[in-house]
Nanobody, 127 residues
Framework: QVQLVESGGGLVQAGGSLRLSCTAS????????MGWFRQAPGKEREFVAA????????YYADSVKGRFTISRDNAKNTVYLQMNSLKPEDTAVYYC????????????????????WGQGTQVTVSS
């Protein structure tokens, strides 16, 4: 069992930055694929970014490419989402997720591929 706790959300003006953290307990993350998803009010949960277990491969949603960066620190059992140039449309609850196994392919943009989820952290971007 893996427990995930997100932090770092908050209120920021458009153009600002935030860094989200997701810390795991119960298992070390160095054998897992990590993902970030988000869900805005009235919308379905959508993919944001994914990072391979090795840390050398990533996927990003087109809407965040060039602005968001996913990274991991295995020593701290933590994955990060650095969000720059934030826009009001980035407002959502952000969730981190873990997938067991080392396969890394575009199917990981689908939420059902992930085995464990955090409770989410709210990000609000004001215009």
């Amino acid at each position: 069992q893996v427990q995930l706790v997100e932090s770092g959300g908050g209120l920021v003006q458009a153009g600002g930055s935030l860094r989200l953290s997701c810390t795991a307990s119960g298992r070390t993350l160095n054998r897992y694929t990590m993902g970030w998803f988000r869900q805005a009010p009235g919308k379905e949960r959508e993919f944001v970014a994914a990072l391979s277990w090795s840390g050398d491969s990533t996927y990003y949603a087109d809407s965040v490419k060039g602005r968001f960066t996913i990274s991991r620190d295995n020593a701290k059992n933590t994955v990060y989402l650095q969000m720059n140039s934030l826009k009001p449309e980035d407002t959502a609850v952000y969730y981190c997720a873990v997938r067991r196994g080392r396969r890394f392919n575009p199917t990981l943009m689908n939420a059902y591929k992930y085995d464990y989820w955090g409770q989410g952290t709210q990000v609000t971007v004001s215009s």
